[in-house]
């Protein structure tokens, strides 16, 4: 099945700060998505982007589908943006998941 | 409803019992996807529904897990003789019939003892 690898796995921010977190996978992808974990483990769809750059707010995310990366970009980062980010592919029915990059953002 | 639905959220359970979970996707969603997630690791793939049949269960890790989805809308993950490693949360999510964004519910929490 196809691979899903997140870089980094941890990372710790003092608040304001920008950040960009990236996702590779291993075969071509019909879709890709960004979920952010909150601490009590709710996934939240952040964007659907298999192609292209999208913005929503202070977030952007770009996929780069020919070259099987993807990235996250945070800016002006706030406490309320810890937990834990996903990048999950699928092509069908069956997605997988990276194993995911745990933020924290410090005041 | 407005969301994804799942109960209970938390179930403890002793070793060998029976358990079942259950989902209640958005209204109209005909994809209905169940996944597994243990600590420090992303959700892992149980099953997915396409109306009321399993088009895809090979994430099931053996067979006393089981999932129904007898009238295309809630759907129940039933876990037979439970053993401790089963103890994860539970995802379920549901998507339209473009599978383009997946919603997730909130998650079941199971321990078994």
């Known amino acids: 099945g196809i691979q899903v690898e997140q870089s980094p796995p941890d990372l710790i921010l003092q608040e304001g700060a920008n950040s960009t977190l990236r996702c590779n996978f291993s075969?071509?992808?019909?879709?890709l998505q960004w979920f952010h974990q909150n601490p009590w483990g709710q996934l939240i769809n952040l964007f659907y982007i298999p192609s292209g750059t999208k913005q929503n707010g202070r977030l952007s995310a770009t996929t780069v589908a020919t070259e099987r990366y993807s990235l996250l970009y945070i800016s002006s980062s706030q406490t309320t943006d810890s937990g834990v980010y996903f990048c999950?592919?699928?092509?069908?029915?069956?997605?997988?998941f990276g194993a995911g990059t745990r933020l924290t953002v410090k005041p | 409803g407005a969301g994804v639905s799942q109960t209970p959220s938390n179930k403890v359970t002793e070793k060998g019992k029976y358990v079942e979970l259950r989902c209640d996707p958005i209204?109209?969603?005909?994809?209905l996807y169940w996944y597994r997630q243990s600590l420090g690791q992303g959700p892992e793939f149980l099953i997915y529904?396409?109306?009321?049949?399993?088009?895809?269960d090979s994430g099931l890790p053996n067979d006393r897990f089981f999932a129904v989805r007898p009238e295309g809308s809630v759907s129940t993950l039933k876990i037979q003789r439970t053993e401790r490693g089963d103890s994860a949360m539970y995802l379920c999510a549901s998507s339209d019939s473009s599978g383009n964004t997946i919603y997730f519910g909130e998650g079941s929490w199971l321990t078994v003892v």
């Open positions: 529904f396409q109306g009321t049949g399993a088009a895809d």
């Open positions: 075969d071509s992808v019909n879709n």
């Open positions: 209204s109209g969603h005909t994809a």
């Open positions: 999950a592919v699928h092509n069908n029915n069956d997605m997988r």
